[in-house]
């Protein structure tokens, strides 16, 4: 057998056997002089929600680069996570379910009225508590169901999937885009759609190319609602009337043409002339925020044609109340007729031709010629996603969330290199990331400032909790200062540390570490001495250093030793905590939370709240030793 | 409410009356109402509103009689007339309904209002204006600090922990810098929050320090100077508060600010400067006319101020107030009944200095050719214009190559 046939054989075994892998050579830790446990606890630490016990002898086991594969690839086994979540009912669903089961305030009305429930009588008699009261009673009786489970469900899925999900870099991820396309449950028109906005929208795409992000959240009801692009619409004589002409035709249920009739919101309708035109808010927010940042050279001008290039980019009308006229058209015209005639309906997407600014456009010095319709908008969304500014803005945000709040340039240059190359391939940038040496240098580690979410999850990661009920951890990450899903305007929360660092919010995260540790939350529980394998050290002197060593895995721990070591020793420093934290507390958060306050948080809690106190006799120094640690500045860091 | 100094003096003599069989009760009396030795030195306070989201200035102050108006506005256009909604201040602008109690203030000429204001970067980016408004310097992204925590720096009063507080949960951008400022929502919190901002400025510290900081004062109490100002605070009932002049703050989240900073000026802390923010203002859709979101938005602003200087009474003269907004809105309305993002607004600035019952700055007629990119009112004030003669009259900081260091312009005339 020549040398040149085994060379062929052994890469056609090679390569039909092993799967294909894209990290290719070992990450270069070592020329910034890391240990590979060190660089295994960085790795976990940037593409985690933090390190669980012995997860360091883990990935170290398994190899850094196969660990990382794994976690782009999703590979692992999320069976648990599955397990957890089976009671929450309300995941599953679609929008047109949800609006329907989870009726907002003025359809549930609507359909109080239809049903005689109330009358236009009793309204304008009752006052306003007493007609809550009935459409309370009304949706009961209805068997429908209230708002705030759905976020309540919703919001215990996050925390749920941070912390028990093994593929945690999809999670980040998750976590990571939809930050970057934010959507607030604070606007109500959007607020439903949220939950299947994470998981069909922006889930699905984590690790794939950029544009599919960016055009799945451009159709998304969540975004076409939250951005206002939905009732975006050409001006009337910009409007090309032949586009549209045949599905002018009324069709009755048997598919006869009875008579030629505009559909509604049609510019021929002098009465709808109000609500006709331009809105470049989404626009706007698509440009400066979701892909050439603010800095990306586009100009007004610019803004306002890609604003009539998204026009009749809308939602397609749901079982909620709203547009019910256009719905029961648009269905009787039925789809062949609707794609005939340039209507583009896919999911809950809708383009409305008849909506649409037909006329020339141009953007970014690209000619959209008359005439482009559904198309040009997909044009218009390719140009931008390809766009070198976008590949800058992007990778520089991604390595603002995984490096450090100032990434080196030359690392966001390499990153925008292979944004470019590889066609928005979201792995490939993140492979490029980590494969830089710029990733492992000494000055980045540990140089993130976790955000409450962060830092409540990384807390039941790190104590290897039992979370049965992730209310009580959303209502202390809330105290935080992060209300999930509710930072409402589209930049999302800002992804630095100086925004988290202030004296009340470290004073309420000491208290957290205190309380998770003493089991003053409901629904989380956790067994110190098992962390320690069941030896429960004499002192609280004797404690620290080992349960430090536990919970922040190589690090360098003497000045933090040194620094809590007062703390531990100090008998009274419980109370002087939670007396502080209480006092800072004092009418404080009613305030901040009024306007916004997270729905439904105490539904579910009811069911488990009774079972306080813990399984676990923890000892109440061992209790403040730990919840000392996770108050400590070095576990607020990642 | 009393303050501290008066609260113990006025304690103190009642238990040596006890003490010692009897004081005349009028001595007691003169004791608590006596003015008392301040903490610190009563100083100029400016406090500032920043409308975030970009109020549309030609809704709020409506050139009425400009016909370009309301061909560009047929669904949100208001009149001055016998059947309009605007109430006419001059023949020319008309000021939206929800602001009609801005109208005695603005009569006995304590009101002032800038129109034409913004700022001379074309950005139409919140996050962007907002910043540069803020740090005073619309061309440099790269100033850390902002316009208030200088103008702070300016005046040169050390001592109180107090001179720049903004009432709000995070510290904005203007009031970031060297000098110490404290954001905070809810006043009731300020003990602790004291205690991380007694040695300086809260951005410029890493949790570490603050950590240290924080564990030391659990761990000892310090008997610090500067805690004065705080154990003043926590004694004093800012729960049960009661406005003066029956002032009715909104329920709202800028009316709690508001009714929190006449509180702290009243209290003589040696504030300065003071900070609130109103939301709500980014009205791309169904902004309304007389009602709905703008009006509403327009009411809660209007009330909140409104009730604040009530409140004060004869704090007035030592106080400044200003609005403030990232850019205007469009001269036409969109498609969906409201207004995108344009470049000119207008401001209300109110104090007893201010050359007020006026309409200050300049509005050309809204023919497209006079329009910024053929869309929006053209910034004619340039807002560090306003900024900086308001420092300078109200705070008598005039340091403008501190302040607005890119800057050297005209100054309008409207202090006095």
């Given at each position: 057998?020549?040398?040149?046939?085994?060379?062929?054989?052994?890469?056609?075994?090679?390569?039909?056997?092993?799967?294909?892998?894209?990290?290719?050579?070992?990450f270069p830790?070592?020329?910034?002089?890391?240990?590979?446990?060190?660089?295994?606890?960085?790795?976990?630490?940037?593409?985690?929600?933090?390190?669980?016990?012995?997860?360091?002898?883990?990935?170290?086991?398994?190899?850094?680069?196969?660990?990382?594969?794994?976690?782009?690839?999703?590979?692992?086994?999320?069976?648990?996570?599955?397990?957890?979540?089976?009671?929450?009912?309300?995941?599953?669903?679609?929008?047109?379910?949800?609006?329907?089961?989870?009726?907002?305030?003025?359809?549930?009305?609507?359909?109080?009225?239809?049903?005689?429930?109330?009358?236009?009588?009793?309204?304008?008699?009752?006052?306003?508590?007493?007609?809550?009261?009935?459409?309370?009673?009304?949706?009961?009786?209805?068997?429908?169901?209230?708002?705030?489970?759905?976020?309540?469900?919703?919001?215990?899925?996050?925390?749920?999937?941070?912390?028990?999900?093994?593929?945690?870099?999809?999670?980040?991820?998750?976590?990571?885009?939809?930050?970057?396309?934010?959507?607030?449950?604070?606007?109500?028109?959007?607020?439903?759609?949220?939950?299947?906005?994470?998981?069909?929208?922006?889930?699905?795409?984590?690790?794939?190319?950029?544009?599919?992000?960016?055009?799945?959240?451009?159709?998304?009801?969540?975004?076409?609602?939250?951005?206002?692009?939905?009732?975006?619409?050409?001006?009337?004589?910009?409007?090309?009337?032949?586009?549209?002409?045949?599905?002018?035709?009324?069709?009755?249920?048997?598919?006869?043409?009875?008579?030629?009739?505009?559909?509604?919101?049609?510019?021929?309708?002098?009465?709808?002339?109000?609500?006709?035109?331009?809105?470049?808010?989404?626009?706007?927010?698509?440009?400066?925020?979701?892909?050439?940042?603010?800095?990306?050279?586009?100009?007004?001008?610019?803004?306002?044609?890609?604003?009539?290039?998204?026009?009749?980019?809308?939602?397609?009308?749901?079982?909620?109340?709203?547009?019910?006229?256009?719905?029961?058209?648009?269905?009787?015209?039925?789809?062949?007729?609707?794609?005939?005639?340039?209507?583009?309906?896919?999911?809950?997407?809708?383009?409305?031709?008849?909506?649409?600014?037909?006329?020339?456009?141009?953007?970014?010095?690209?000619?959209?010629?008359?005439?482009?319709?559904?198309?040009?908008?997909?044009?218009?969304?390719?140009?931008?996603?390809?766009?070198?500014?976008?590949?800058?803005?992007?990778?520089?945000?991604?390595a603002?969330?995984?490096v450090?709040?100032?990434?080196p340039?030359s690392l966001?240059d390499k990153m925008?290199?292979t944004?470019?190359?590889?066609?928005?391939?979201?792995?490939?940038?993140?492979l490029a990331m980590v494969n830089a040496p710029e990733f492992w240098h000494?000055?980045?580690?540990?140089?993130?400032?976790?955000?409450?979410?962060?830092?409540?999850?990384?807390?039941?990661?790190?104590?290897?909790?039992?979370?049965?009920?992730?209310?009580?951890?959303?209502?202390?990450?809330?105290?935080?200062?992060?209300?999930?899903?509710?930072?409402?305007?589209?930049?999302?929360?800002?992804?630095?540390?100086?925004?988290?660092?202030?004296?009340?919010?470290?004073?309420?995260?000491?208290?957290?570490?205190?309380?998770?540790?003493?089991?003053?939350?409901?629904?989380?529980?956790?067994?110190?001495?098992?962390?320690?394998?069941?030896?429960?050290?004499?002192?609280?002197?004797?404690?620290?250093?080992?349960?430090?060593?536990?919970?922040?895995?190589?690090?360098?721990?003497?000045?933090?030793?040194?620094?809590?070591?007062?703390?531990?020793?100090?008998?009274?420093?419980?109370?002087?905590?939670?007396?502080?934290?209480?006092?800072?507390?004092?009418?404080?958060?009613?305030?901040?939370?009024?306007?916004?306050?997270?729905?439904?948080?105490?539904?579910?809690?009811?069911?488990?709240?009774?079972?306080?106190?813990?399984?676990?006799?923890?000892?109440?120094?061992?209790?403040?030793?730990?919840?000392?640690?996770?108050?400590?500045?070095?576990?607020?860091?990642? | 409410?009393?303050?501290?100094?008066?609260?113990?003096?006025?304690?103190?003599?009642?238990?040596?009356?006890?003490?010692?069989?009897?004081?005349?009760?009028?001595?007691?009396?003169?004791?608590?109402?006596?003015?008392?030795?301040?903490?610190?030195?009563?100083?100029?306070?400016?406090?500032?509103?920043?409308?975030?989201?970009?109020?549309?200035?030609?809704?709020?102050?409506?050139?009425?009689?400009?016909?370009?108006?309301?061909?560009?506005?047929?669904?949100?256009?208001?009149?001055?007339?016998?059947?309009?909604?605007?109430?006419?201040?001059?023949?020319?602008?008309?000021?939206?309904?929800?602001?009609?109690?801005?109208?005695?203030?603005?009569?006995?000429?304590?009101?002032?209002?800038?129109?034409?204001?913004?700022?001379?970067?074309?950005?139409?980016?919140?996050?962007?204006?907002?910043?540069?408004?803020?740090?005073?310097?619309?061309?440099?992204?790269?100033?850390?600090?902002?316009?208030?925590?200088?103008?702070?720096?300016?005046?040169?009063?050390?001592?109180?922990?107090?001179?720049?507080?903004?009432?709000?949960?995070?510290?904005?951008?203007?009031?970031?810098?060297?000098?110490?400022?404290?954001?905070?929502?809810?006043?009731?919190?300020?003990?602790?929050?004291?205690?991380?901002?007694?040695?300086?400025?809260?951005?410029?510290?890493?949790?570490?320090?603050?950590?240290?900081?924080?564990?030391?004062?659990?761990?000892?109490?310090?008997?610090?100077?500067?805690?004065?100002?705080?154990?003043?605070?926590?004694?004093?009932?800012?729960?049960?508060?009661?406005?003066?002049?029956?002032?009715?703050?909104?329920?709202?989240?800028?009316?709690?600010?508001?009714?929190?900073?006449?509180?702290?000026?009243?209290?003589?802390?040696?504030?300065?400067?003071?900070?609130?923010?109103?939301?709500?203002?980014?009205?791309?859709?169904?902004?309304?006319?007389?009602?709905?979101?703008?009006?509403?938005?327009?009411?809660?602003?209007?009330?909140?101020?409104?009730?604040?200087?009530?409140?004060?009474?004869?704090?007035?003269?030592?106080?400044?107030?200003?609005?403030?907004?990232?850019?205007?809105?469009?001269?036409?309305?969109?498609?969906?009944?409201?207004?995108?993002?344009?470049?000119?607004?207008?401001?209300?600035?109110?104090?007893?200095?201010?050359?007020?019952?006026?309409?200050?700055?300049?509005?050309?007629?809204?023919?497209?050719?006079?329009?910024?990119?053929?869309?929006?009112?053209?910034?004619?004030?340039?807002?560090?214009?306003?900024?900086?003669?308001?420092?300078?009259?109200?705070?008598?900081?005039?340091?403008?190559?501190?302040?607005?260091?890119?800057?050297?312009?005209?100054?309008?005339?409207?202090?006095?």
């Amino acid at each position: 057998m020549s040398m040149r046939l085994i060379v062929t054989l052994f890469f056609l075994v090679g390569s039909s056997f092993a799967p294909i892998r894209s990290a290719k050579s070992k990450f270069p830790y070592q020329q910034a002089g890391l240990t590979e446990r060190q660089a295994a606890a960085h790795l976990i630490s940037r593409f985690t929600f933090g390190a669980t016990p012995n997860q360091v002898d883990e990935v170290v086991s398994m190899g850094l680069e196969k660990w990382f594969d794994r976690q782009l690839n999703g590979e692992e086994d999320d069976a648990e996570v599955i397990n957890r979540l089976k009671g929450y009912n309300a995941l599953a669903l679609s929008n047109a379910q949800v609006v329907v089961q989870f009726p907002r305030g003025p359809l549930l009305q609507k359909m109080a009225l239809a049903d005689g429930y109330l009358t236009k009588d009793s309204l304008a008699q009752l006052d306003k508590p007493s007609i809550k009261e009935k459409l309370k009673e009304y949706r009961k009786q209805k068997g429908l169901r209230e708002e705030k489970e759905l976020y309540t469900q919703f919001i215990g899925q996050k925390i749920i999937r941070a912390t028990y999900g093994r593929n945690q870099l999809h999670e980040v991820l998750t976590d990571f885009w939809f930050n970057h396309f934010n959507v607030s449950l604070t606007k109500g028109q959007c607020a439903q759609f949220i939950p299947a906005y994470e998981r069909d929208v922006i889930r699905p795409h984590v690790t794939g190319h950029f544009y599919d992000l960016l055009i799945a959240t451009a159709q998304s009801p969540a975004m076409l609602m939250y951005l206002d692009n939905a009732a975006s619409m050409g001006e009337a004589e910009n409007i090309d009337m032949t586009s549209s002409t045949p599905v002018r035709t009324r069709i009755t249920r048997r598919g006869r043409i009875i008579q030629r009739m505009p559909l509604p919101n049609r510019p021929t309708q002098p009465k709808k002339k109000t609500a006709q035109g331009l809105n470049e808010n989404y626009a706007r927010e698509i440009m400066e925020l979701h892909t050439l940042g603010v800095e990306g050279g586009y100009t007004q001008q610019d803004v306002t044609e890609a604003a009539r290039i998204l026009t009749g980019w809308t939602v397609y009308p749901m079982k909620d109340g709203n547009f019910e006229g256009l719905r029961k058209k648009l269905d009787e015209t039925g789809e062949n007729r609707l794609a005939n005639n340039g209507f583009v309906h896919e999911g809950d997407f809708l383009f409305a031709a008849n909506r649409h600014d037909s006329k020339e456009k141009n953007v970014l010095s690209r000619k959209f010629v008359a005439g482009g319709e559904y198309k040009e908008g997909v044009e218009l969304l390719k140009m931008l996603a390809a766009h070198p500014s976008t590949a800058k803005f992007i990778s520089k945000k991604i390595a603002v969330r995984f490096v450090s709040d100032n990434p080196p340039q030359s690392l966001i240059d390499k990153m925008a290199d292979t944004f470019i190359k590889q066609h928005g391939d979201i792995k490939k940038v993140l492979l490029a990331m980590v494969n830089a040496p710029e990733f492992w240098h000494t000055e980045v580690l540990r140089s993130k400032t976790k955000s409450p979410f962060e830092y409540a999850i990384s807390t039941v990661r790190a104590l290897n909790a039992e979370v049965t009920e992730p209310t009580s951890l959303n209502q202390w990450i809330t105290r935080m200062g992060q209300q999930l899903y509710s930072y409402a305007a589209p930049t999302g929360f800002p992804d630095r540390g100086q925004y988290w660092i202030n004296t009340g919010a470290l004073l309420t995260r000491m208290n957290f570490g205190l309380a998770v540790t003493s089991q003053r939350l409901k629904g989380v529980k956790i067994d110190l001495n098992g962390l320690n394998h069941q030896h429960e050290p004499e002192s609280a002197e004797a404690a620290l250093p080992v349960y430090a060593q536990l919970i922040l895995p190589e690090r360098d721990l003497e000045s933090t030793l040194k620094r809590l070591m007062p703390l531990v020793t100090n008998r009274d420093v419980i109370n002087k905590v939670e007396i502080a934290a209480r006092q800072k507390n004092s009418g404080g958060y009613s305030d901040t939370l009024s306007h916004a306050e997270p729905r439904g948080q105490k539904t579910m809690a009811k069911k488990r709240w009774q079972d306080a106190p813990s399984q676990f006799n923890n000892s109440p120094m061992l209790a403040q030793v730990v919840g000392i640690i996770i108050g400590s500045p070095e576990f607020q860091r990642r | 409410m009393i303050s501290r100094r008066a609260f113990l003096k006025a304690g103190s003599l009642t238990m040596f009356g006890i003490g010692v069989g009897g004081l005349p009760q009028f001595v007691a009396r003169a004791a608590s109402f006596h003015k008392q030795t301040r903490l610190y030195k009563k100083n100029k306070i400016l406090v500032c509103i920043f409308q975030r989201g970009a109020m549309d200035g030609l809704m709020a102050v409506t050139p009425f009689t400009d016909p370009y108006l309301k061909t560009a506005r047929p669904n949100l256009f208001m009149n001055a007339d016998s059947q309009g909604a605007l109430v006419d201040l001059d023949g020319k602008f008309g000021l939206h309904p929800s602001f009609k109690n801005f109208i005695p203030l603005f009569q006995s000429k304590q009101l002032a209002i800038v129109h034409g204001m913004g700022s001379p970067n074309t950005t139409r980016s919140h996050f962007d204006a907002q910043d540069y408004m803020e740090s005073g310097t619309p061309f440099n992204k790269g100033t850390n600090s902002g316009w208030l925590n200088r103008a702070v720096g300016l005046m040169g009063h050390d001592g109180s922990p107090f001179r720049a507080v903004s009432l709000t949960s995070s510290l904005p951008r203007s009031l970031y810098g060297d000098n110490p400022s404290i954001a905070i929502s809810n006043l009731a919190d300020f003990g602790l929050q004291l205690r991380g901002a007694k040695t300086g400025n809260l951005m410029a510290q890493t949790f570490e320090e603050l950590y240290d900081q924080t564990s030391d004062d659990l761990l000892k109490e310090t008997g610090k100077e500067s805690f004065e100002a705080m154990k003043l605070l926590q004694k004093s009932d800012i729960k049960n508060y009661k406005p003066a002049n029956n002032a009715n703050y909104p329920a709202s989240p800028l009316g709690r600010a508001l009714k929190q900073i006449a509180q702290l000026i009243k209290m003589e802390v040696g504030l300065e400067v003071a900070f609130a923010e109103s939301g709500g203002w980014d009205t791309h859709f169904n902004q309304g006319t007389d009602k709905g979101i703008f009006g509403r938005n327009a009411e809660d602003l209007c009330h909140s101020i409104t009730a604040f200087w009530n409140d004060l009474g004869s704090w007035q003269d030592d106080v400044t107030l200003m609005t403030m907004t990232e850019f205007g809105r469009t001269v036409k309305q969109n498609g969906t009944g409201g207004t995108d993002h344009g470049r000119a607004s207008c401001m209300f600035i109110l104090g007893h200095d201010v050359n007020g019952g006026k309409v200050h700055g300049t509005v050309q007629p809204l023919a497209v050719e006079n329009l910024a990119d053929g869309r929006d009112l053209q910034v004619t004030t340039d807002f560090r214009s306003i900024f900086s003669e308001v420092a300078d009259k109200h705070l008598l900081v005039n340091d403008d190559r501190v302040l607005f260091p890119d800057w050297s312009g005209e100054k309008i005339g409207v202090m006095i």
